[in-house]
């Protein structure tokens, strides 16, 4: 009785979620009216193309407190879409909350600690030094810094080993997020399912004397994948591991899934802390949170190890919203904090943009699915020609509109970083 109970609450919430309306004010509506005329095929059927979008503006009350607004086009905290990278953005933040956990417990190391990862059993694989590194030592700093300016899937896998998939999804939840989302395995590796990635890998911070903590393989006992999400199978056909097309729906109910607004969630909670209660915000120092805005918005010819070849490396490489559809420089006074992802047709991306020069800031977070011929993991999607061009100009249309907006007078001082090839500004911990 009680799961049937439990199955009409579920089946309530899900039919009465609305998801299919833009906010009532007026601007926003016509930022879609614009895109219409722009991508008639897009806004058609948004539902063919998935397409969920959550602007939210920030506003002064009469005590200079912050508020947020939203303003939704489709969002629907239940509707399944592949999130690819942007895991690797909460999962950085996890990163350095661990971190912190292991200095209070007496251990002497920091973001800058030499760090080396083990192989506890197949498929994981050792770790133990990156050429893309200075010295070729891994430490937290460059595996964090490589998953934003690249989106590095090797250094978003380490950094899921250095969590553990249990510990991951409950401090994400005891944060007041994560209801209706999951992180439950490593990315754009081969050789694992979803049980050997309940496995952590074996890794150990070390210095010239030898090893100064280290922890063993730990198995992730939770199940995340009673999860409740609509239209997890997806197409009608896809490429299996041996190259072969199989004519059958795609089947990722046992894949990450993280929503909109648990993206956007996350993200506020490192670039306006003081808006969530103590508990609810990432317990990270101001240091840390100050190194993490760093990362998300340093372009790749602003990195100094690795120097990245700036010809496939440009500034809009992983930054769709504005600039995603050319290869210019982004102005110096726009500063983009996010993370993409973009796998199996669908692009993703979760920001905070500031412009220092207007005084503007807001956030923006946006998916689109693009895969016209339904088949999955053949590598024929309409990136280029649709997905990325629409959420370029969705940014641009959004940006306009902060521009045209009566806007309280920000203090963006905290988004004035010192933006040199090297950011090692340890005096202020």
Same mark, same amino acid.
């Given at each position: #009785?009680?799961?049937?109970?439990?199955?009409?609450?579920?089946?309530?919430?899900?039919?009465?979620?609305?998801?299919?309306?833009?906010?009532?004010? @007026? !601007?926003?509506?016509?930022?879609?009216?614009?895109?219409?005329?722009?991508?008639? *095929?897009?806004?058609?059927?948004?539902?063919?193309?998935?397409?969920?979008?959550?602007?939210?503006?920030?506003?002064?009350?009469?005590?200079?407190?912050?508020?947020?607004?939203n303003f939704d086009y489709r969002v629907d905290p239940f509707q399944y879409f592949y999130p690819a990278?942007?895991?690797? #953005?909460?999962?950085?933040?996890?990163?350095?909350? $661990?971190?912190?956990?292991?200095?209070? !417990?007496?251990?002497?190391?920091?973001?800058?600690? @030499?760090?080396?990862?083990?192989?506890?059993?197949?498929?994981?694989?050792?770790?133990?030094?990156?050429?893309?590194?200075?010295? !070729?030592?891994?430490?937290?700093?460059?595996?964090?810094?490589?998953?934003?300016?690249?989106?590095?899937?090797?250094?978003?896998?380490?950094?899921?080993?250095?969590?553990?998939?249990?510990?991951?999804?409950?401090?994400?939840?005891s944060k007041g997020l994560f209801d209706h989302s999951r992180i439950i395995t490593r990315v754009g590796?081969?050789?694992?399912?979803?049980?050997?990635?309940?496995?952590?890998?074996? /890794?150990?911070?070390?210095?010239?004397?030898? +090893?100064?903590?280290?922890?063993?393989?730990?198995? !992730?006992?939770?199940?995340?994948?009673?999860? +409740?999400?609509?239209?997890?199978?997806?197409? $009608?056909?896809?490429?299996?591991?041996?190259?072969?097309?199989?004519?059958? @729906?795609?089947? #990722?109910?046992?894949?990450?899934?993280?929503?909109?607004?648990?993206?956007?969630?996350?993200? *506020?909670?490192?670039?306006?802390?003081?808006?969530?209660?103590?508990?609810?915000? /990432?317990?990270?120092?101001?240091?840390?949170?100050?190194?993490?805005?760093?990362?998300?918005?340093?372009?790749?010819?602003?990195?100094?190890?690795?120097?990245?070849?700036?010809?496939?490396?440009?500034?809009?490489?992983? $930054?769709?919203?504005?600039?995603?559809?050319?290869?210019?420089?982004?102005?110096?006074?726009?500063?983009?904090?996010?993370?993409?992802?973009?796998?199996?047709?669908?692009l993703t991306d979760c920001a905070f943009i500031v412009d220092l020069k207007y005084n503007l800031a807001?956030?923006?977070?946006?998916?689109?699915?693009?895969?016209?011929? *339904?088949? /999955?993991?053949?590598?024929?999607?309409?990136?280029?020609?649709?997905?990325?061009?629409?959420?370029?100009?969705?940014?641009?249309?959004?940006?306009?509109?902060?521009?045209?907006?009566?806007?309280? $007078?920000?203090?963006?001082?905290?988004?004035?970083?010192?933006?040199?090839?090297?950011?090692?500004?340890?005096?202020?911990?």
């Amino acid at each position: #009785m009680k799961n049937f109970i439990f199955l009409l609450i579920v089946l309530f919430t899900l039919s009465g979620t609305k998801c299919n309306d833009v906010n009532e004010d @007026p !601007s926003f509506k016509t930022i879609f009216k614009e895109l219409e005329s722009e991508f008639p *095929q897009i806004l058609a059927k948004p539902e063919k193309f998935e397409v969920q979008v959550r602007y939210t503006q920030i506003n002064l009350d009469s005590k200079d407190k912050l508020e947020f607004e939203n303003f939704d086009y489709r969002v629907d905290p239940f509707q399944y879409f592949y999130p690819a990278s942007t895991v690797k #953005m909460p999962v950085a933040f996890l990163a350095l909350e $661990k971190l912190e956990m292991i200095q209070k !417990s007496g251990y002497k190391v920091d973001i800058d600690t @030499p760090l080396r990862f083990g192989k506890g059993m197949s498929p994981q694989t050792t770790f133990s030094e990156d050429n893309t590194a200075k010295d !070729s030592i891994i430490t937290l700093r460059h595996l964090i810094n490589r998953v934003f300016s690249i989106s590095d899937n090797n250094a978003y896998n380490r950094l899921y080993e250095f969590v553990g998939r249990d510990d991951i999804n409950k401090e994400l939840r005891s944060k007041g997020l994560f209801d209706h989302s999951r992180i439950i395995t490593r990315v754009g590796v081969s050789g694992f399912d979803y049980e050997t990635n309940a496995f952590a890998n074996p /890794f150990e911070f070390y210095n010239d004397h030898g +090893v100064i903590y280290s922890e063993i393989v730990r198995k !992730s006992h939770n199940d995340f994948r009673s999860l +409740v999400v609509k239209n997890s199978i997806k197409g $009608k056909a896809y490429i299996d591991s041996a190259d072969n097309l199989v004519n059958q @729906p795609f089947d #990722m109910s046992n894949k990450n899934f993280v929503n909109i607004e648990d993206l956007e969630g996350s993200l *506020q909670r490192i670039i306006y802390p003081e808006y969530f209660s103590k508990k609810s915000r /990432f317990q990270i120092s101001n240091y840390h949170s100050a190194f993490l805005r760093h990362a998300m918005a340093r372009l790749p010819r602003e990195q100094n190890y690795p120097q990245y070849d700036l010809d496939q490396y440009h500034d809009s490489y992983v $930054k769709f919203f504005m600039y995603g559809d050319n290869k210019n420089e982004i102005p110096d006074h726009i500063r983009i904090f996010n993370k993409v992802g973009y796998a199996y047709g669908t692009l993703t991306d979760c920001a905070f943009i500031v412009d220092l020069k207007y005084n503007l800031a807001f956030f923006l977070t946006a998916t689109i699915h693009v895969n016209e011929n *339904q088949i /999955f993991n053949d590598g024929v999607y309409e990136y280029d020609e649709i997905g990325i061009p629409f959420l370029a100009s969705l940014g641009r249309k959004v940006y306009d509109l902060e521009l045209s907006r009566e806007r309280p $007078k920000y203090d963006l001082s905290r988004f004035k970083l010192k933006y040199d090839r090297e950011f090692i500004a340890k005096t202020k911990k």
